[in-house]
């Protein structure tokens, strides 16, 4: 009977490890010229974050903008909004792409799809460039902040993979320029 109990125990303590949080019912498509990628937000779990992407893809920040990282089984990391676009800003967007917020840290793992902020060494440096994983990485968990997933691309998240790259540094990066073209929202707003 406890060998029972504690593979009952076992098993929950599973599912809790695989906690999927709750996302919200607004979606984000970017529309790159490989395809598109469609994203929900976990606003229960990164509310800051949430909110100030929402706000930079509201106001059209993203377009233009684009992924300037694609690492094949880990990343394709957006571009930061103030330095990666290639039409100039207005006063507003360049004020919220150069806010940053707190580092909103959980226990949500780091998975394929799974949206991650970027950051520098400052846990509450997070701005606008972010990472879309392209696989698990549990050495990102609990030190980056996870805000969203992937609901809709994976199939242009393998193109961006397939590209030729090169090595800069740390960085692997695309020979060519993955443009985000476009960006809009839908569903109830934030």
Do not use: C, W
């Not at 980056?144 to 393998?158: E, R, S, W």
Request: net charge neutral; glycine share 10%.
């Amino acid at each position: 009977m406890l060998s029972l109990r504690f593979i009952l125990l076992l098993a929950f303590a599973s599912s809790i490890s695989s906690f999927e949080p709750q996302m919200g019912s607004t979606r984000v498509v970017f529309q790159t010229n490989y395809g598109d990628i469609e994203f929900g937000f976990y606003p229960t779990v990164a509310p800051k974050t949430v909110d100030h992407i929402f706000k930079l893809v509201r106001l059209g920040g993203y377009n233009t903008n684009h992924f300037f990282r694609v690492d094949k089984g880990f990343v394709a990391q957006v571009a930061d909004v103030a330095n990666g676009r290639s039409a100039p800003m207005n006063e507003e967007q360049r004020r919220v792409a150069e806010k940053t917020v707190v580092g909103e840290f959980s226990d949500v793992k780091h998975v394929r799809g799974i949206l991650s902020m970027g950051r520098h060494d400052d846990p509450d440096s997070g701005g606008s460039s972010f990472s879309m994983l392209l696989g698990n990485s549990p050495h990102l968990d609990g030190k980056y902040a996870i805000f969203g997933k992937v609901t809709k691309g994976d199939d242009t998240l393998t193109k961006l993979e397939q590209l030729p790259t090169r090595r800069e540094g740390i960085f692997v990066m695309p020979t060519e320029r993955i443009t985000i073209l476009s960006s809009y929202y839908y569903g109830n707003p934030l």
